[in-house]
């Protein structure tokens, strides 16, 4: 009913506005006032339109539910603590990576020694993080040994010979090696000399000897390292302080845990590869 009135008040208005336009006036202020009369008359009817859909907009806007602003904060600073800065490291980049290296070390140590505590006895052992190589270090709280070898290579892996160092004083005071033998220079522990004096020299001669089709060498009592070569025996290298006859089958089993096959003979030690 209302939209009816509504519409019914417009048509009304347009039509008497019609009549007294065409009755009391002419010409070209006839047809002015006859399009004024439409323009009022269109606006009566959509203005209120106009309003009706705003209000709806404005009630569908009501009834949705809020929104709740999270305020955020930045990464640098968040509320109640102190701006996060990153602290300036004051030592050099080796010394850094060292400490890296060391905590490494430490793991594998305490994996199989969880008592264990250790320092380095090489110098510069940055150096040899940086550019690989062997390091020795001194070891606390195993029982069985007291410095072990640690070696780095190029892929940054790190490898440790465990080793037992005993001074020869304390050593002839509990095997009852004559004095003579100890001051000869001889080494007493096979896995020592070999660690020490042998295992570069050895990697370094069967190196060279595999590259060249050789399969086998014989290390003779003075210290010798031999191969045939038709029916000639040719001198390598000579090994310093080679151990003496009794401590050959050490020798030969350390050599076996290095990798190669080592067989004791009467004149000396047989390895093969």
């Known amino acids: 009913m209302k939209k009816r009135k509504f519409f019914s008040g417009a ?3 347009l039509i008497i506005a019609l009549l007294a336009v065409a ?7 006839q047809t002015r006032l006859a399009i004024a009369v439409f323009a009022i008359t269109g606006l009566w009817l959509v203005i209120p339109l106009i309003k009706r859909e705003f209000g709806k907009i404005r009630r569908s806007l009501h009834k949705r ?3 709740f602003r999270v305020k955020r904060f930045s990464r640098t600073h968040a509320p109640g603590s102190a701006a996060f800065t990153v602290p300036d490291i ?3 980049a080796p010394v850094v990576l060292l400490r890296h290296v060391n905590h490494r070390i430490s793991v594998y140590l305490k994996s199989a020694y969880p008592d264990v505590t250790w320092e380095w006895v090489s110098e510069q052992p940055e150096k040899l993080v940086a550019k690989g190589g062997t390091g020795r270090i001194r070891l606390f709280n195993v029982p069985e040994f007291n410095y072990a070898d640690v070696e780095f290579d190029q892929m940054a892996r790190i490898n440790c010979d465990f080793l037992r160092l005993v001074p020869l004083a304390e050593l002839t005071a509990a095997s009852g090696i004559p004095a003579a033998e100890i001051k000869s220079g001889q080494p007493i522990d096979p896995a020592v000399w070999y660690n020490l004096q042998g295992k570069s020299a050895l990697v370094s001669c069967i190196a060279d000897l595999n590259s060249n089709g050789f399969t086998a060498l014989t290390i003779n009592e003075n210290g010798e390292i031999i191969v045939k070569q038709g029916d000639k025996e040719i001198t390598c ?3 310093g302080s080679f151990p003496a006859k009794q401590y050959w089958p050490g020798v030969a089993n ?3 845990k290095a990798g190669w096959s080592a067989a004791v003979l009467d004149t000396g030690i047989a390895v093969s590869w």
């Open 65 to 67: 539910p809020k929104r």
């Open 23 to 29: 009755l009391f006036t002419k010409g070209t202020l």
């Open 11 to 13: 048509f009304k208005f």
């Open 254 to 256: 350390v050599l076996g």
């Open 237 to 239: 290298r000579t090994l």
């Open 90 to 92: 004051s030592d050099p």
